[in-house]
T-cell receptor, first 114, second 117 residues
Framework: AQKVTQAQTEISVVEKEDVTLDCVYETRDTTYYLFWYKQPPSGELVFLIR??????QNEISGRYSWNFQKSTSSFNFTITASQVVDSAVYFC???????????FGTGTSLTVIP | GAVVSQHPSWVICKSGTSVKIECRSL??????MFWYRQFPKQSLMLMATSNEGSKATYEQGVEKDKFLINHASLTLSTLTVTSAHPEDSSFYICSARGAQSSYNEQFFGPGTRLTVL
């Protein structure tokens, strides 16, 4: 069965602190895709990153970085020097190779305090 | 590219009425569209998958007679919530996938917030 677990339901940090959002997934597929989305209060999902199961390279994009480790089935997301605009709910998701099924985690609500 | 729109962005209706939500792919042909529901402070749950010209496939526990899905063209899918009740109040999000999508990608719409009084 496919499953995504985001154990942190709510996190609060003070501006400029670094914060890591955890994501653990379960799948028996060898080909799959992992995603992170940001959902601000407006509700629209903002795509942040996609990773396929064969690419374990970590990625950095500005203040954002992602650590994909197949050995621990984790795909963690770090925001460096957090800003108030980073306040949102962040979803980790697993998608199967067919593209038909998205499995979303329960989300982590991040509040950055000025 | 790959823009998906939804209309309306929010709607308030009285209990017992029906509400139609549109999902459009603006710059690509969507062979498959997906409808998700998100209750407050919860995750997105897939309701149904629709392929253009075919009947929608509903997830377990989703009433197909209550949530009517039509995918009559390659750029438009509609979700009609029939005889809406307050418990149907939710955030409805569609996504679309095109025949030529790389990585079998799904592109999400901005969502429609439904409030049933």
């Amino acid at each position: 069965a496919q499953k995504v677990t985001q154990a942190q339901t709510e996190i609060s940090v003070v501006e400029k602190e670094d914060v890591t959002l955890d994501c653990v997934y379960e799948t028996r597929d060898t080909t799959y895709y992992l995603f992170w989305y940001k959902q601000p209060p407006s509700g629209e999902l903002v795509f942040l990153i996609r990773r396929n199961s064969f690419d374990e390279q970590n990625e950095i994009s500005g203040r954002y970085s992602w650590n994909f480790q197949k050995s621990t089935s984790s795909f963690n997301f770090t925001i460096t020097a957090s800003q108030v605009v980073d306040s949102a709910v962040y979803f980790c998701a697993l998608r199967d190779w067919t593209g038909n099924q998205f499995y979303f985690g329960t989300g982590t609500s991040l509040t950055v305090i000025p | 590219g790959a823009v998906v729109s939804q209309h309306p962005s929010w709607v308030i209706c009285k209990s017992g009425t029906s509400v139609k939500i549109e999902c459009r792919s603006l710059d690509f042909q969507a062979t498959t569209m997906f409808w998700y529901r998100q209750f407050p402070k919860q995750s997105l749950m897939l309701m149904a998958t629709s392929n253009e010209g075919s009947k929608a496939t509903y997830e377990q526990g989703v009433e197909k007679d209550k949530f009517l899905i039509n995918h009559a063209s390659l750029t438009l899918s509609t979700l009609t919530v029939t005889s809406a009740h307050p418990e149907d109040s939710s955030f409805y999000i569609c996504s679309a996938r095109g025949a030529q999508s790389s990585y079998n990608e799904q592109f999400f719409g901005p969502g429609t917030r439904l409030t049933v009084l």
